[in-house]
């Protein structure tokens, strides 16, 4: 079993930055692809970024591909999301997933979830 604890979201101003964590526990981390996924209200969760689970191969959406940035440390069991550039349409409710295999932008098919972190960007 694994639990998945996000942190680092909050408010800030247009084109303002953000770095999200996603904390681990468990073992056999580095084995599962991590993945971010937000929720705005009234809307689908959607896929943000996914990162491999050795690390060497990562993804985006194609909204988020030049101003976001996925990596994990798998010491530490832990996935991060640089974001820079930050635009209203961004503010959601950011959550970490994991599942084995490479990624896939259908949230149902990750199998360990976090809580989420609210991101909210005023303009």
């Known amino acids: 079993q694994v639990q998945l604890v996000e942190s680092g979201g909050g408010l800030v101003q247009t084109g303002g930055s953000l770095r999200l964590s996603c904390a681990a526990s468990?073992?056999?981390?580095?084995?599962?692809?991590g993945a971010w996924f937000r929720q705005a209200p009234g809307k689908e969760r959607e896929f943000v970024a996914a990162i491999r689970g050795s690390g060497d191969i990562t993804y985006y959406a194609d909204g988020v591909k030049d101003r976001f940035t996925i990596s994990r440390d798998n010491a530490k069991k832990t996935v991060y999301l640089q974001m820079n550039s930050l635009k209203p349409e961004d503010t959601a409710v950011y959550y970490c997933?994991?599942?084995?295999?490479?990624?896939?932008?259908?949230?149902?098919?990750?199998?360990?979830w976090g809580q989420g972190t609210q991101v909210t960007v005023s303009s």
């Open positions: 468990g073992q056999t981390f580095s084995i599962y692809t």
């Open positions: 997933g994991l599942r084995p295999l490479w990624y896939s932008d259908y949230a149902g098919s990750y199998r360990y």
